[in-house]
């Protein structure tokens, strides 16, 4: 069996489809009672369980039961306030997870975040002596980078895999409201007006539209995900990006051609309350998870965006 944390989830249910290809029909998705049953899960090979009852249920597992934890729910709005909901779910429950597995040399897999880095100004390098230095922006950002810290103050890094995820969208993102990609929602932008939004520049050293974000497909970041649980020898904490900013005038430009419609972009005044916790570039040093043996290229951004814009947003059928 494998349990799945967020597995009803947008990364979560990705990751949950490519299980079911490759042969892992006995998974046990682990997600709040609202998502049971959910689109995300149409289809799919499982077993559901809510998350406060799985350490009830761990406690009735012997150690052969569980062969992998992919840890990929968590509380994951970048604007929330709840410190006490956060330190709950984001770090001890992930920490006890964790130590169950640790206990019972289950493989742990798990998703951290970029968020974790704040607004960049000491760079994107996922060296664990990093973890201690980097100041993230939000209280989100925080609870990933407080059980980074965790793992490494007490050397558990090399009995886990974490990746910190850049900015990903794709299929399956659509529950999310405020937390989706700019490319599900400028998608319905153009539907509904012909145009995308996006923020005027706040800062002089970038134009209007021209910050830049290291955006991956969901299907490649899932990809990197389903290498590791096959190399158990891989460990430690990794960027998962691509590795190349981009901005996003290109994502919205990659969109209308995906749509076969005329760009039209609007820039419109970023809101005085995200302006002191605005990211103006990301990009993952990828060269440790290079080094670990993933060879797999990524995708140009023109490439998923037209994908996820074709083959999902204007199918009648989005999900994955």
């Known amino acids: 069996m494998i349990i799945l944390t967020g597995g009803a989830g947008f990364i979560g249910s990705v990751i949950l489809r490519k299980l079911n290809e490759a042969g892992h029909n006995d998974v046990l998705v682990v997600d709040t009672a609202a998502m049971e049953g959910c689109q995300n ?27 992998a934890i992919l840890h990929i729910g968590a509380i994951t709005s970048t ?14 429950y992930s920490k006890h997870l964790a130590e169950w597995a640790f206990e019972h040399g289950t493989r742990f897999i798990y998703a951290s975040s970029a968020a974790t880095y704040g607004d960049g100004t000491l760079g994107f390098s996922d060296a664990d002596d990093m973890t201690a230095r980097i100041k993230p922006l939000n209280l ?9 810290a965790w793992l490494l103050q007490n050397n558990h890094a090399s009995q886990a895999c ?7 969208f794709g299929p399956n993102e659509y529950h999310k409201g405020d937390m989706a990609s700019l490319v599900f929602k400028a998608y319905h932008q153009i539907l509904e007006t012909g145009a995308i939004r996006l923020f005027k520049s706040a800062d002089p050293h970038y134009k209007d539209g021209e910050f830049k974000r290291d955006f991956i497909y969901v299907m490649d970041a899932v990809d990197v995900v389903m290498w590791a649980l096959d190399n158990s020898n891989v460990n430690g904490i990794f960027n998962l990006g691509t590795g190349h900013a981009r901005s996003w005038n290109d994502l919205a430009n990659s969109l209308f051609a995906a749509m ?4 039209n972009i609007v820039y419109i005044d970023m809101p005085e309350n995200v ?30 965006v037209g994908d996820y814009a074709r083959n ?9």
Request: hydrophobic share 30%; glycine share 4%; proline share 5%.
């Open 312 to 320: 999902y947003l204007m199918q009648p059928n989005p999900y994955y």
């Open 79 to 92: 604007t929330e306030t709840d410190k006490a909901l956060l330190d709950r779910y984001n770090f001890n």
């Open 260 to 263: 076969n419609k005329p760009a």
């Open 275 to 304: 302006r002191k916790q605005y990211q103006y570039f990301t990009e993952a040093d990828m060269s440790k998870l290079r080094a670990a043996g993933y060879a797999k290229p990524f995708q140009t951004l023109e490439d998923t």
């Open 162 to 168: 974490g990746f910190k995820f850049f900015n990903v």
């Open 140 to 148: 989100y950002g925080e609870s990933k980078r407080e059980f980074d």
């Open 41 to 67: 899960l149409k289809g799919k090979h499982y077993r559901f369980e809510e998350r406060d009852s799985l350490f009830n249920s761990l406690r009735s597992f012997k150690p052969s039961d569980v062969d």
